[in-house]
């Protein structure tokens, strides 16, 4: 039986960089990337950041990867964080629902599909937002996902989605699909 690769989760840092740097051209984003040393481990830490603008939107781009020789490299998730001043208040936020949530039936979510009404909870004071959720199947799909975490809220003025997403990316595209979800939730809050 071949081992190779079964228990440990290797990261190739070079080409990582190289799919952060051509998203970044083709956005016309400033990239960043770090390399540092942690005290007694082997590892180093890679940090990649993009920085540019989306629909009026300041645009930040993140994500650390740890990296263990003798182990599992650990990516943070790869964070998007859209912000801008807005006098609009508005919150969004999904989640798993916990054992008090389904035991009691708190948080209600009336998607109209039974699956999701019992697995997750929704607040909102959006009915655009809650619409373009329980419609739109793609999103509704990816929010719902365990791979993506997601919420968006204003706070001292301050509109800011933040978009969190396991793994890393694999390709520019994984890039462009999740600007395009972004995208799609800010037509309905501007």
């Known amino acids: 039986m071949n081992l190779d690769n079964q228990f440990f989760y290797k990261i190739e840092p070079e080409p990582l960089k190289i799919i952060w740097e ?99 909870s929704l607040k909102t004071n959006s009915k655009k937002l809650e619409e373009l959720f329980i419609k739109n199947e793609k999103l509704r799909n990816m929010l719902t996902s365990k791979d993506y975490h997601f919420f968006l809220e204003t706070r001292k003025k301050i509109l800011k989605l933040t978009l969190k997403r396991t793994g890393i990316v694999k390709s520019v595209e994984d890039f462009e699909n999740d600007i395009r979800l972004l995208k799609l939730i800010l037509i309905e809050i501007d």
């Open 22 to 120: 051509n998203f970044s051209k083709k956005i016309n984003g400033k990239f960043d990337f770090k390399e540092s040393i942690r005290a007694n481990v082997n590892g180093p830490i890679y940090t990649y950041e993009i920085l540019s603008e989306l629909d009026k939107f300041k645009l930040n781009i993140h994500q650390t990867v740890y990296i263990n020789p003798s182990a599992n490299d650990q990516p943070t998730a790869n964070e998007y964080v859209l912000s801008k001043e807005s006098n609009i208040d508005i919150h969004f936020r999904i989640w798993k629902k916990e054992l008090i949530e389904k035991i009691f039936g708190l948080n209600k979510v009336n998607t109209g599909n039974p699956e999701i009404d019992k697995k997750f």
